[in-house]
């Protein structure tokens, strides 16, 4: 069965404080994405990559910046947590065609106090 | 500005019967449609996708319909059933290759027994 794994489910960080979320994928998948999903306003994109060390930025991708040094793995890095930025992250892979959508993993639910 | 709308946050529907979920879009250039659904603390999962010279694409129970003219497309779900509950989003791309989906606000459906 394939996979995005996210490394946490739960986090809680203090204002100010560098975040890291992590995201994994076993499908040799060439593009990832980073969502964010607050209540009314779906999900957000905030940056995608399609290759290593490549990156893209979607709609809000402010506060925030991602690494992809390898094909499996696409970091979401939060520089200085706000309280703005508490939210549902969402990873999700692709293998680049629409007919297939994209493969989401559970989520990271990020709590900034 | 949000260039996919879910104006119905929410839908209850009886077990047996069908549900009809809405979309509207605003950018004509839109090429992909889909469809996911999300069960709480799970990530979402793609269900259905339709190509923008298609107006009708079927699997299963599910149905999603596209009316281009009016920038609008529907998800019929029939026969629903309680484990239809979740939240649908849908969501749209400029290519096929599926890269930057752009997500509707979600309509959560309830389906009781």
């Known amino acids: 069965d394939v996979k995005v794994t996210q490394s946490s489910r739960y986090l809680v960080k203090r204002t100010g404080e560098k975040v890291f979320l992590e995201c994994v994928q076993d499908?040799?998948?060439?593009?990832m994405f980073w969502y964010r999903q607050d209540p009314g306003l779906g999900l957000r994109l905030i940056y995608f990559s399609y290759d290593v060390k490549m990156k893209e930025k979607g709609d809000i991708p402010e506060g925030y910046s991602v690494s992809r040094e390898k094909k499996e793995r696409f970091s979401l890095i939060l520089e200085s947590a706000s309280t703005n930025q508490t939210s549902m992250y969402l990873c999700?892979?692709?293998?680049?065609?629409?007919?297939?959508?994209?493969?989401f993993g559970s989520g990271t639910r990020l709590t900034v106090v | 500005d949000q260039q996919v709308k879910q104006n119905s946050p929410s839908l209850s529907v009886q077990e047996g019967r069908i549900s009809i979920l809405n979309c509207d879009y605003t950018?004509?250039?839109?090429?992909?449609f889909l469809w996911y659904k999300k069960y709480p603390a799970e990530g979402p999962t793609f269900l259905i996708s339709?190509?923008?010279?298609?107006d009708k694409n079927e699997d299963g129970r599910f149905t999603v319909f596209l009316n281009k003219s009016a920038k609008h497309l529907s998800l019929h779900i029939v026969p629903s059933q309680p484990g239809d509950s979740a939240v649908y989003f849908c969501a749209a791309t400029l290519d096929n290759a599926g890269n930057m989906l752009t997500f509707g606000g979600g309509t959560r459906l309830m389906v009781k027994p």
């Open positions: 950018n004509s250039m839109f090429d992909y």
């Open positions: 499908m040799d998948h060439e593009n």
């Open positions: 999700a892979s692709s293998p680049g065609s629409a007919n297939y959508g994209y493969t």
């Open positions: 339709i190509s923008s010279i298609k």
